[in-house]
């Protein structure tokens, strides 16, 4: 989710999420009132709902600015027949980890 949809995402009915993590926020005031500023703005989300929606587009956007450090090695090809290379730069080590900690996660019984 990229940050510009989350005002038309704010805009319409709040959902609930099932499969959480809860987490403490120390924030400085100055986030802390712009998030307070969002949650009057649209007061059908929570101020949870709205901090994890802006991590989660956030962290989205990280992911797709991480660096690609080209190998040597080349793992495929693309369409036109040009080699890509395998990526030493941060997204598979991001992506590698992301997926076993969720696998960890997932396994854990709710509420722990």
């Known amino acids: 989710m990229r940050i510009a949809e989350l ?3 704010w805009s319409k009915e709040g ?3 099932a499969d959480v ?3 403490a926020v120390h924030l400085p005031l100055r986030d802390a ?3 307070e500023a969002l949650h009057l703005m649209y007061p059908g989300r929570s101020d949870s709902q709205l901090m994890a929606d ?3 587009a956030a962290l989205d956007e990280l992911e797709v600015a991480m660096p690609y450090i080209p190998g040597n090695r080349i793992i495929a090809e693309d369409d036109y027949g040009d080699p ?3 990526d030493l730069g941060p ?3 991001f992506y590698s980890l992301s997926h076993e900690i969720l696998r960890k996660l997932a396994a ?3 509420g722990k």
């Open 7 to 9: 005002i038309q995402r």
């Open 54 to 56: 802006l991590i989660r």
């Open 91 to 93: 997204t598979p080590r």
């Open 21 to 23: 993590r809860a987490y």
């Open 108 to 110: 854990m019984p709710a």
């Open 84 to 86: 890509i290379y395998e």
């Open 15 to 17: 959902h609930a999420r």
């Open 33 to 35: 009132a712009r998030v």
